[in-house]
């Protein structure tokens, strides 16, 4: 069965540093891979998204990704972090059939402090 | 990107009222909304898929009879809870995809508050 994992429940990062999320997923074929982000008492907003082409895809927000096929991954990056980025933040996959749901990682909460 | 409206943001009810929650695609159409359980810090939980004009399809473990859900054109899907209940209560949030396209588009979320 397809799943994807996100390792880390919680990070902290200090404002200014780089971040990095990670994301694997488990599936026979290349899925479509989406980052999305969700503040409290909010529903998600679509950060970035890989289908094809370029495996760095750039996204909303300074964001950024890369999709390794050889270790299932699709890593969020940014290289300063901002107060305003602690949110949680969710990877996603949708298999090659446009009518089922997408897969969700469990999220990874992100705290920024000063 | 693509809107997704959802109302209400907030409701709270009483125990054994019924409440309807809406999902509307503003600019585009929604051949096929979802419906998802979120539950404090964890992640989406499925509870139905629906495509329009069709019945939908519930997860295992979700009440069809108290989480009626109707789609009835390519922009608006309805979530309605029968019967609620203090253990209904949580957060929920629409999603619409236009085929073929693969990605989803989410509404705010409404958060149900039963009393």
């Known amino acids: 069965a397809q799943s994807v994992t996100q390792p880390d429940i919680h990070i902290t990062v200090s404002e200014g540093a780089s971040l990095e999320l990670r994301c694997n997923y488990s599936?026979?074929?290349?899925?479509?891979l989406f980052w999305y982000v969700q503040s409290p008492g909010q529903g998600l907003q679509l950060l970035l998204k890989?289908?094809?082409?370029?495996?760095l895809v750039q996204g909303i927000k300074g964001f950024e990704a890369e999709f390794k096929r050889s270790q299932s991954s699709f890593n969020l990056r940014k290289p300063s972090v901002h107060w305003s980025d602690a949110a949680e933040y969710f990877c996603a996959v949708a298999i090659n059939q446009a009518g089922t749901a997408l897969i969700f990682g469990k999220g990874t909460t992100l705290s920024v402090s000063s | 990107g693509a809107v997704v409206s959802q109302h209400p943001s907030r409701v709270i009810c009483k125990s054994g009222t019924s409440v309807k929650i809406e999902c509307r695609s503003l600019d585009f159409q929604a051949t096929t909304m979802f419906w998802y359980r979120q539950f404090p810090k964890q992640s989406l939980m499925l509870m139905a898929t629906?495509?329009?004009?069709?019945?939908?399809?519930?997860e295992q473990g979700v009440e069809k009879d108290k989480f009626l859900i109707n789609h009835a054109s390519l922009t608006l899907s309805t979530l309605t809870v029968t019967s609620a209940h203090p253990e209904d209560s949580s957060f929920y949030i629409c999603?619409?995809?236009?085929?073929?396209?693969?990605?989803?588009?989410f509404g705010q979320g409404t958060r149900l508050t039963v009393v």
């Open positions: 629906s495509n329009e004009g069709s019945k939908a399809t519930y």
């Open positions: 890989y289908f094809s082409g370029d495996t």
């Open positions: 599936y026979g074929a290349t899925p479509y």
């Open positions: 999603s619409a995809r236009e085929r073929p396209l693969p990605e989803a588009f």
